[in-house]
């Protein structure tokens, strides 16, 4: 059975700092890892999506890499804003035909970023 | 549609009452999600479809709760005879297919149910 863990549970930085958030998973066989952001009382968006044949992804600040033989990623925010502030959520998706799998996520991150 | 679709968006109910949310995925998209989130916690699976048949129905707290898959398309959850700890948020995903395609999964708004 497939475990996500976040660490961790909780961050809280001064603005302009970088922020490292990190995802372990359990079970290397998966087919993606998808990051998530949600703000209090919201849905979650989507932040990155990593293939599990790539390494990493990048979007604006956001970075996210993937080492799925030691079954982790790590996502980036550069310059941190206290636009960033929210929880931020890992996910891994099985591979097709996956028998018992299914989309599995971590406890999440909650972000705090200080003006 | 551009998105997944709830709806309602927020529904209060007295206990006691049955309650159906509503889930419109992204067009085409055969697999399907349905999450619980209670105040400050994290993601609770309730179940999952892939097309019209539900694999796993695990995540289901108890009987009252049930959910169907019409077309391959719209998703209904129904909550029976609410109790108070049913009140939380009610998230609904989907993508092209169990393993996420090539976009991943997109999450609707969230339909807030709250029971008094």
Known sequence: KQEVTQIPAALSVPEGENLVLNCSFTDSAIYNLQWFRQDPGKGLTSLLLIQSSQREQTSGRLNASLDKSSGRSTLYIAASQPGDSATYLCAVSPRPKAAGNKLTFGGGTRVLVKP | ?116
């Open chain 2, 1 to 116: 549609g551009a998105g997944v679709s709830q709806s309602p968006s927020n529904k209060v109910t007295e206990k006691g009452k049955d309650v159906e949310l509503r889930c419109d995925p992204i067009s085409g998209h055969t697999a399907l999600y349905w999450y619980r989130q209670s105040l400050g916690q994290g993601l609770e699976f309730l179940i999952y479809f892939q097309g019209n048949s539900a694999p796993d129905k695990s995540g289901l707290p108890s009987d009252r709760f049930s959910a169907e898959r019409t077309g391959g398309s719209v998703s209904t959850l129904t909550i029976q005879r609410t109790q108070q700890e049913d009140s939380a948020v009610y998230l609904c995903a989907s993508s092209w297919n169990l393993s996420g395609g090539p976009s991943g999964y997109t999450f609707g708004s969230g339909t807030r149910l709250t029971v008094v």
